[in-house]
């Protein structure tokens, strides 16, 4: 069985992930995927220099991820267009590593952490979507004091997403990773169990 593990930015869906995986699931990560696929030599990054400039190369030809960011979070249509050369590289890898996980271990769990999920429309991939959820004005606050953002900037960010309500709403397991971390455990534990992992 897989499940997309999705939410917001800065709900915690890092920290979810990872109770999942101690709890014995396999977890993929798009985050990281998207990493690899824009290191240096790969194919990927070489369309983005060409699409955005060397401007957002670093010296030692890796991507500057803040510039390129600031691009695209600032303009919908470069948005799109990095989306055009990242999203197609990232679906290959994620599905060659879930075809793998069914074949090496059928009997656990395969968790893919895709903090796009619902706006790429790849709830067709799994069984069930799993949303970390936590209000909005606690998503914004929490971006704010993570990535150390003006709140125009993090409200910018909340904006290129689909609304944190309206995932929740589409979600086939909700957690709320509004309280405790023991509270965010006792959801996962009673989901384990719902789903007959336990």
Do not use: C
Request: no cysteine; charged share 30%.
């Amino acid at each position: 069985m897989n499940i997309g593990l999705t939410g917001g930015i800065a709900t915690g869906k890092s920290t979810v992930a990872s109770l999942l995986a101690r709890r014995g699931a396999l977890l993929i990560d798009l985050d990281r995927i998207a990493r690899e696929i824009v290191e240096p030599g790969q194919p990927s990054l070489e369309a983005i220099a060409r699409e955005f400039g060397q401007a957002v190369l670093q010296p030692d030809g890796t991507l500057d991820r803040k510039k390129l960011g600031s691009i695209v979070f600032a303009d919908t249509d470069r948005r799109k267009a990095l989306e055009r050369i990242t999203h197609p590289a990232i679906r290959a890898v994620m599905k060659e590593r879930m075809q793998a996980y069914e074949s090496e271990f059928p009997e656990r769990l395969t968790v893919v952490d895709v903090p796009l999920l619902y706006e790429s429309q790849l709830t067709s991939y799994f069984s069930k979507v799993m949303v970390v959820y936590v209000p909005r004005e606690e998503q914004l606050r929490r971006l704010i004091e993570r990535d150390k953002l003006s709140a125009a900037e993090a409200e910018r960010r909340l904006a290129a997403q689909m609304d944190i309500e309206e995932k929740k709403r589409l979600a086939d397991y909700v957690i709320d990773n509004g309280g405790s971390l023991e509270d965010t455990e006792r959801q996962i534990e009673r989901l384990w169990r719902e789903m007959g992992l336990a």
